[in-house]
């Protein structure tokens, strides 16, 4: 077992207009060394640099940064427990939460994974308690008139707003509680009560709604976000962050119901309507060391398969051989690794494994073209022993090619047009308008050599292919052979392949909702104990849990 890192708090950096002023008395000076908080929200130029840099903030504080960030997170815990990723290293937490049969989430002081299920809960709280601050010093400038200008004002309430939301939104889809900061509401070191998971998504949502807000009172036609605020190539156009916000609204509001009850009550149609409206391109960061936007987790899976390789419980679904099957109708500890035959394009080709390894380059790490190639028939001499049921050939490698840029860089979807696109289908569905969801389905079928859906309609006949369909599902009642999945799979199927490692918990956020998690999967993380100890409160351990899956494991 491999020895895990740990993490250090990053107290948030702020900019500041440093002084040096004369002083009588020599045991009376200010130390601006240290952070100064007051001085930091004094000018309106200053909440501006704060609010450009809060983004970056909780990007870092979710996707890591090592070695000074520690090596573990939710990301890397929640791709285990819906097999998005396999590994038993102890290493990011992923060996912990990826164990079967699945364990509770220990809350308790000292616990194995209590850096990472604080991490997230740290970095979020922090700095939504800034863009909090920030709002407020804002509404301050103004009663006081002091402006950066009309537009800047705009931009930074805005932004702000959206990165208030950004971090509501992100602990509420993970924690079972969330203690809401309203701007206005609390001062000095007050904080607010708990209020469940889906009262802070109400509150996400709200503040989404506000940055909307500010961004349509700016009536210029330039570019409103500057580049550097998100880390794109260029300045964001208003229209690109319009669709941007409503993009997360539609995430946020799909992803919070822990069950598929939960889920179904959500409001489809506002996130249809959030979807079609969203984003039409990815949003990506662009990840460099030097410029602060990484991803550590990426980079290490480009090390070994010891730290990822795909388990076939899912992807094993490409599989138009019947080897699933028979994996499937083996004792879970008797697994072994088989070859995917599929006509999907995203996996290697070949009826060997010699002939798949050639499809890609054997170079450690493989840096995977920018093709529709996803994933790699691994060098056999690259295989790393581990549980049988998480043991496979295969990597997926679509970004690997990260590595080789600035040692983690270049462009990085942090949100897809993909599941924008099947969020949009998935509401279709459950409206019973088969037709739409099957033509923003077969967007991605067709590209990757599926046949067409649009022939299917409705809800309950296979898709085509016959006995080489994509998907395969397990079958009840024993869930040890397939059959062809019907539109909700091939939706299921394209969202699940195009979001893969993208994003932030794709996988675990909708398998919890499809009801698709390994029967005992914890649903939700408790609020960690170093926050209940600051507030004189004992710990607890959230024992809410997945039902048996779907698929029937």
């Known amino acids: 077992m491999s020895g895990r890192y740990r993490t250090l708090l990053m107290t948030i950096g702020v900019a500041t207009s440093l002084t040096v002023a004369g002083c009588d008395d020599a045991l009376n000076i200010t130390n601006l060394n240290n952070p100064d908080v007051e001085r930091a929200f004094a000018t309106p130029v200053g909440?501006?640099?704060?609010?450009?840099?809060?983004?970056?903030?909780?990007?870092?504080?979710?996707?890591?940064n090592l070695p000074a960030g520690g090596g573990d997170n939710l990301w890397t815990q929640s791709m285990t427990m819906s097999f998005e990723s396999s590994s038993q290293l102890g290493n990011f937490g992923m060996g912990t939460r990826g164990d079967i049969p699945r364990g509770l989430i220990d809350n308790t002081i000292g616990n194995r994974e209590e850096v990472g299920n604080f991490r997230d809960f740290d970095h979020l709280t922090r700095n939504a308690r800034m863009a909090a601050n920030a709002i407020d010093a804002m509404a301050t400038?103004?009663?006081?008139?002091?402006?950066?200008?009309?537009?800047?004002?705009?931009?930074?309430?805005?932004?702000?707003?959206?990165?208030?939301?950004?971090?509501?939104?992100?602990?509420?889809?993970?924690?079972?509680?969330?203690?809401?900061?309203?701007?206005?509401?609390l001062t000095g070191t007050e904080v607010g009560e708990f209020s469940s998971a889906a009262q802070g998504m109400t509150a996400a949502l709200a503040m989404l709604d506000s940055a909307l807000l500010f961004l349509s009172q700016d009536t210029a036609s330039a570019a409103f976000i500057p580049s550097a605020w998100l880390a794109q190539s260029a300045d964001m156009s208003k229209d690109q962050y319009r669709r941007v916000l409503r993009s997360y609204k539609a995430r946020f509001r799909a992803g919070v119901g822990r069950t598929p009850t939960e889920r179904a009550a959500a409001d489809w149609n506002a996130i249809l309507a959030d979807a079609t409206n969203g984003i039409t391109s990815d949003l990506n960061v662009t990840l460099s060391v030097s410029g602060g936007w990484v991803?550590?987790?990426?980079?290490?899976?480009?090390?070994?398969?010891?730290?990822?390789?795909?388990?076939?419980?899912?992807?094993?679904?490409?599989?138009?051989?019947?080897?699933?099957?028979?994996?499937?109708?083996?004792?879970?500890?008797?697994?072994?690794?088989?070859?995917?035959?599929?006509?999907?394009?995203?996996?290697?080709?070949?009826?060997?494994?010699?002939?798949?390894?050639?499809?890609v380059s054997a170079t450690s790490p493989v840096i995977a073209p920018d093709t529709i190639l996803y994933i790699r028939n691994r060098p056999s001499g690259q295989d790393t022993p581990a549980e049988a049921w998480g043991t496979s050939y295969y990597d997926f490698v679509r970004f690997w090619r990260v590595r080789n840029?600035?040692?983690?860089?270049?462009?990085?979807?942090?949100?897809?047009?993909?599941e924008i696109d099947m969020l949009a289908?998935?509401?279709?569905?459950?409206?019973?308008?088969?037709?739409?969801?099957?033509?923003?389905?077969?967007?991605?079928?067709?590209?990757?050599?599926?046949?067409?859906?649009?022939?299917?309609?409705?809800?309950?006949?296979?898709?085509?292919?016959?006995?080489?369909?994509?998907?395969?599902?397990?079958?009840?009642?024993?869930?040890?052979?397939t059959a062809c999945g019907n539109l909700w799979e091939a939706m299921k199927w394209e969202k699940r392949m195009e979001t893969a490692f993208t994003g932030y918990g794709q996988w675990y956020i909708d398998s919890r909702g499809w009801g698709d998690l390994v029967i005992g999967t914890p649903l939700e993380w408790p609020v960690p104990y170093q926050e209940l100890f600051a507030r004189g409160r004992p710990s607890y351990r959230n024992e809410r849990v997945a039902a048996r899956s779907g698929y029937g494991w």
Not at 59 to 64: F, K, N, V, W
Not at 405 to 418: N, Q, W, Y
Not at 440 to 466: E, F, M
Request: glycine share 8%.
């Open 47 to 64: 909440v501006e640099t704060i609010v450009s840099k809060l983004f970056q903030q909780m990007h870092t504080g979710q996707y890591l």
């Open 141 to 185: 400038f103004a009663e006081e008139g002091r402006t950066l200008g009309q537009r800047r004002d705009l931009r930074t309430k805005s932004f702000a707003y959206f990165t208030l939301a950004y971090a509501h939104g992100f602990l509420s889809l993970f924690y079972d509680s969330v203690s809401v900061v309203w701007p206005g509401e």
């Open 295 to 359: 991803n550590a987790w990426i980079v290490q899976a480009a090390v070994s398969s010891g730290w990822h390789q795909i388990t076939p419980f899912i992807f094993g679904m490409a599989d138009t051989s019947r080897a699933y099957d028979t994996w499937l109708a083996t004792p879970l500890d008797s697994r072994a690794p088989f070859l995917i035959k599929t006509p999907d394009r995203r996996f290697p080709a070949g009826e060997t494994r010699a002939e798949q390894q050639a499809k």
């Open 405 to 418: 840029r600035d040692a983690s860089g270049g462009p990085f979807p942090i949100m897809t047009v993909a």
């Open 425 to 481: 289908a998935e509401a279709h569905l459950r409206a019973g308008s088969f037709a739409a969801a099957a033509t923003l389905i077969d967007k991605y079928r067709l590209q990757n050599a599926l046949p067409s859906v649009a022939g299917v309609g409705n809800g309950v006949d296979p898709v085509p292919g016959g006995s080489a369909c994509v998907p395969r599902v397990p079958v009840g009642p024993n869930f040890t052979s």
